[in-house]
């Protein structure tokens, strides 16, 4: 008979077993650790003005109805020019320049991608929005499952970002000092 030694305690256990029986560890070998790399990435922030206090007062599916069309497009315009998005939460979106993958232009193909989604905000009239950019290095972790909830960056870089969408005037774009001086040349 095959059986399934507890490294915790060493009980042998049956083939197939998730627990130990004997002291409750788990049996199933913990999925190996993501590899992670130090990178220069760029982040973009976007957070939809006033929408938490204007959501106080919508029925929840009508607050789904309004984002649902915003984060479609929202994560088709950060695709369109190379970006990841890392997250939707409530009304604000985090993207990723340069992670995983890497671009030569990625803080100007941020910005490209912060004007177009003020471009099409401005258009939209149902809300506004605040945008920021911010270049700088970050822990990324790569194959991190996004779609589970796994955050892919980590660092000052994500933090600067957020504080500068938070300074954004409404329905602009604020960029931080890297991002600026990498993207001088090719945006005005």
Known sequence: MRVSI???CGHANPVGAKFCSE??????AAEPLAHEERKVVTVLFADLVGFTSRAEQMDPEDVRALLSPYYTRLRSELE???GTVEKFIGDAAMALFGAPIT???DPERAVRA??????WIREEERVQVR???HTGEALITLGARLADGEGMAAGDVVNTAARLQAA????GVLVGERTFRATRRAIE
């Not at 002291?23 to 199933?28: D, I, Q, R, S, Y």
């Not at 912060?114 to 471009?119: G, N, S, T």
């Open 103 to 105: 671009h030569e232009d």
């Open 6 to 8: 507890c490294p915790s």
């Open 80 to 82: 369109r020019f190379g």
């Open 23 to 28: 002291c409750g560890a788990a049996l199933v």
């Open 131 to 133: 945008l920021a950019v």
């Open 168 to 171: 954004a005037p409404v329905n």
């Open 114 to 119: 912060a004007l177009a989604i003020r471009d």
